[in-house]
Nanobody
Framework: QVQLVESGGGSVQGGGSLRLSCAASGGTAGSYCMGWFRQAPGKEREGVAAISPHSPAGISTYYADSVKGRFTISRNNAINTLFLQMNSLKPEDTAMYYC??????????????????WGQGTQVTVSS
């Protein structure tokens, strides 16, 4: 089993930056597709970004159109940690952010039911 714990959320003004972290334990997290999701009050959960396991051919990343060019997903398997660097934040980025792990290969649309393990979330609030 994999346990995931998010951190790094907080309050920031529009245009600012935050870096979220997700610490994994209890499994071989480096072998999973890892993703970030978010959910704002009154809105559906949406996939934000995903990253594939490392291979000699490299890694693949996927981003929602709403964050492409502003957010960067990365992973450091040596410390079992997933990151989401968020720049140029907008009020519409305000949400609870969750990290998740999938035993299946990453796909760009990030269906939530492909992900087997979930963290408890970290709140991000962006003011104008």
């Amino acid at each position: 089993q994999v346990q995931l714990v998010e951190s790094g959320g907080g309050s920031v003004q529009g245009g600012g930056s935050l870096r979220l972290s997700c610490a994994a334990s209890g499994g071989t997290a480096g072998s999973y597709c890892m993703g970030w999701f978010r959910q704002a009050p009154g809105k559906e959960r949406e996939g934000v970004a995903a990253i594939s396991p490392h291979s000699p051919a490299g890694i693949s990343t996927y981003y929602a159109d709403s964050v492409k060019g502003r957010f960067t997903i990365s992973r450091n398997n040596a410390i079992n940690t997933l990151f989401l660097q968020m720049n140029s934040l907008k009020p519409e980025d305000t949400a609870m952010y969750y990290c998740a792990a999938s035993r299946l290969r990453c796909i760009a649309t990030m269906p939530g039911d492909r992900y087997n393990y979930w963290g408890q979330g970290t709140q991000v609030t962006v003011s104008s």
